[in-house]
């Protein structure tokens, strides 16, 4: 509209269309934004042609870690695992107060877990969905862990082989049975805690192979197992948990025992049959053990106890 055509208006009207054509810029300004704004879970166009990445909401996900009882002094990393394996694994330590947190998750499917420096210890894993929103967990341990401790772990029939468990159910002197391969072989009483251990004479008639050896309350109830596996060879040298392989860790407890820092009991594989504790020849013959592997001559004869 021209100044003349405009200036021949009433001033009244001249002020209506004025106001109307500020609003309609204004109007065409907030629409222009929208329109170029990215919407959330679609995929946009940039300048040069090439699809850009899908853009996700993100959330946090935080919570609780508690402490185990029988383990109360160590350190706790939380995992956050996705069931689409094209996020990577998160990790964080729980703080002091047993609190974690995960900033910016995006929506998907996710499976809590703990690890503890423990070895009793066991925290059931959570399943959870992030869909938009932040996610609280409180993570908790087993009161009742389904693992056995064995020491070791593979040896030759008649070693003697060291059982620790952990289960409330038999806390405060409840009994907890010991059995191999479903045969009765020990009983004992638990702690306060439900701690317990025991240790087994392996008979000298086991065959060689994988075996179980597991414990019940006394009314029969399962509350742990672990396999077990016999060898006519005997263990390899540093093998602490009778797996067949002698990792980095095991070779540290090795130096540890003959250093003094920790007692034999941590790993009686690291030793030589019939020495008391862990020499120079036993860290040596562990070492070869790791780089060799534990089917070489450095496989001796099982270590016991006593």
Same mark, same amino acid.
């Given at each position: 509209?021209?100044?003349?055509?405009?200036?021949?208006?009433?001033?009244?009207?001249?002020?209506?269309?004025?106001?109307?054509?500020?609003?309609?810029?204004?109007?065409?300004?907030?629409?222009?934004?929208?329109?170029?704004?990215?919407?959330?879970?679609?995929?946009?166009?940039?300048?040069?042609?090439?699809?850009?990445?899908?853009?996700?909401?993100?959330?946090?996900?935080?919570?609780?870690?508690?402490?185990?009882?029988?383990?109360?002094?160590?350190?706790?990393?939380?995992?956050?695992?996705?069931?689409?394996?094209?996020?990577?694994?998160?990790?964080?330590?729980?703080?002091?107060?047993?609190?974690?947190?995960?900033?910016?998750?995006?929506?998907?499917?996710?499976?809590?877990?703990?690890?503890?420096?423990?070895?009793?210890?066991?925290?059931?894993?959570?399943?959870?969905?992030?869909?938009?929103?932040?996610?609280?967990?409180? /993570?908790? #341990? &087993?009161?009742?862990? +389904?693992?056995?401790?064995?020491?070791?772990?593979?040896? !030759?029939? *008649?070693? $003697? @082989?060291?059982?620790?468990?952990?289960?409330?159910?038999?806390?405060?002197?409840?009994?907890?049975?010991?059995?191999?391969?479903?045969?009765?072989?020990?009983?004992?009483?638990?702690?306060?805690?439900?701690?317990?251990?025991?240790?087994? /004479?392996? #008979? &000298?008639?086991?065959? +060689?192979?994988?075996?179980?050896?597991?414990?019940?309350? !006394?009314? *029969?109830? $399962? @509350?742990?197992?672990?396999?077990?596996?016999?060898?006519?060879?005997?263990?390899?040298?540093?093998?602490?948990?009778?797996?067949?392989?002698?990792?980095?860790?095991?070779?540290?407890?090795?130096?540890?025992?003959?250093?003094?820092?920790?007692?034999?009991?941590?790993?009686?594989?690291?030793?030589?049959?019939?020495?008391?504790?862990?020499?120079?020849?036993?860290?040596?013959?562990?070492?070869?053990?790791?780089?060799?592997?534990?089917?070489?001559?450095?496989?001796?004869?099982?270590?016991?106890?006593?």
């Amino acid at each position: 509209m021209s100044e003349r055509r405009e200036s021949s208006l009433p001033l009244k009207r001249r002020w209506q269309v004025r106001r109307g054509a500020q609003r309609l810029v204004t109007l065409m300004a907030v629409l222009g934004g929208l329109l170029s704004a990215p919407v959330a879970g679609a995929r946009t166009t940039p300048p040069n042609g090439a699809p850009s990445p899908t853009v996700l909401p993100r959330a946090r996900v935080d919570g609780t870690a508690d402490a185990d009882v029988d383990c109360l002094d160590t350190s706790l990393v939380v995992v956050l695992d996705a069931v689409d394996t094209g996020t990577e694994q998160r990790r964080v330590d729980v703080v002091p107060n047993g609190h974690f947190v995960f900033d910016a998750v995006p929506d998907g499917d996710y499976v809590a877990s703990v690890e503890a420096d423990c070895p009793l210890s066991f925290y059931p894993p959570q399943h959870l969905t992030v869909a938009g929103g932040n996610v609280s967990l409180e /993570l908790a #341990p &087993d009161v009742c862990p +389904p693992r056995l401790l064995l020491n070791p772990r593979r040896a !030759a029939p *008649g070693s $003697r @082989i060291e059982v620790s468990g952990r289960c409330y159910y038999v806390h405060s002197g409840g009994a907890a049975r010991v059995y191999l391969d479903g045969g009765l072989i020990a009983e004992v009483r638990a702690g306060t805690i439900g701690d317990y251990h025991t240790a087994i /004479l392996l #008979p &000298d008639a086991t065959v +060689p192979g994988r075996h179980t050896i597991h414990a019940t309350t !006394a009314t *029969g109830t $399962r @509350i742990g197992s672990a396999d077990f596996f016999i060898g006519n060879v005997g263990v390899c040298l540093g093998d602490c948990d009778g797996d067949g392989d002698v990792r980095i860790n095991e070779l540290l407890t090795a130096v540890n025992i003959a250093l003094g820092a920790v007692d034999v009991a941590s790993c009686f594989a690291a030793r030589v049959a019939g020495d008391e504790t862990v020499g120079i020849n036993a860290v040596v013959g562990a070492v070869r053990s790791a780089l060799n592997g534990c089917e070489g001559p450095n496989v001796t004869p099982t270590p016991g106890p006593g």
